[in-house]
């Protein structure tokens, strides 16, 4: 199976399995404060940084805007694995970059690249669906230079030629390999009768990155599916939150318990009340409430 990206091959020659991702994971050791390298392990279900006065309006119209002010990200956190450190930036609403082993993934990067500039130049993105929160064009074309792009058929099907030529669209249940790190595509989509118009089955993509022994799982916009209650053995999880486009509280607190994440991000979640996830995940979970709005006032 050739790596997704590569262009020793063309790309009429691409195949891409299907079949779940099986990894064991071993007791996580995180450094919740980088500069001081200072570890511990997790014992809290429920970590708290960044929330003082936590601004929750506005959401993608305001993504752009607040590149033009001096940049704020939420603390950094850094998960051991079986093959190296994975430092985990959440940076703004759904936008996220992953650090792993000399390597940048940007997760649906929007906001202009000024809000990208104290993080490494990315190595591959990753793209869930086609909505401006998490699709932006002219980010794109400011940070992403040839390196390889994974989308969904949409988002493809919407890039300039000069971004679709490093580009790949994976549908729903394909796997493959980006910067040799095995990722497969989840179902992303509404499940409640007057929501799916606004994320429709088929259409967007969670994903999940094997980085040694861990998975970590992006779940992009959805409600809760039958490949997220399905999902085992996942260590890191982003899951969304905001009506009415994708879970209540409550619903991702169905979902956690459900597939029991070692480590859960609430994102995406706008105004929405969190206090569900501070109460109601079951033991064995660790809820990690972070700032995704810190430019917003």
């Not at 994974?150 to 796997?175: C, H, R």
Request: glycine share 8%.
């Amino acid at each position: 199976m050739r790596a997704l990206g590569d262009k020793a091959a063309p790309r009429a020659s691409l195949t891409i399995a299907c079949g779940a991702i099986q990894r064991r994971i071993v007791p996580l050791v995180f450094m919740s404060n980088r500069q001081n390298g200072r570890h511990f392990m997790v014992t809290r279900r429920i970590v708290v940084a960044g929330m003082a006065g936590l601004p929750f309006a506005g959401l993608a119209a305001n993504l752009a805007a607040s590149a033009a002010h001096a940049q704020e990200m939420p603390m950094a956190d850094t998960l051991s694995t079986s093959a190296g450190d994975l430092v985990i930036h959440p940076i703004d609403h759904a936008s996220l970059v992953l650090e792993f082993d000399g390597k940048a993934i940007y997760v649906d990067p929007v906001g202009g690249a000024e809000l990208y500039a104290s993080l490494p130049a990315p190595s591959a993105i990753l793209i869930t669906h086609g909505h401006g929160d998490h699709f932006d064009v002219p980010t794109l074309e400011a940070i992403a230079g040839d390196v390889p792009l994974i989308t969904n058929g949409d988002v493809y099907s919407k890039l300039p030629e000069a971004l679709k030529a490093n580009a790949t669209a994976m549908a729903n249940g394909e796997d493959g390999t980006i910067l040799d790190i095995p990722i497969r595509a989840i179902a992303a989509h509404n499940t409640t009768e007057d929501r799916m118009n606004y994320h429709p089955v088929g259409v967007g993509n969670g994903y999940v990155l094997s980085f040694g022994d861990s998975q970590v799982y992006m779940a992009g916009d959805t409600e809760p599916t039958d490949d997220m209650l399905g999902l085992t053995d996942i260590a890191v999880a982003f899951l969304p939150m905001n009506l009415p486009f994708t879970m209540t509280p409550e619903q991702a607190v169905e979902a956690i318990n459900t597939f029991k994440p070692a480590i859960i991000y609430p994102y995406h979640y706008g105004e929405s009340d969190l206090s569900p996830l501070e109460t109601d995940v079951v033991d064995g979970v660790e809820v990690r409430l972070r700032n995704w709005y810190p430019n917003q006032a």
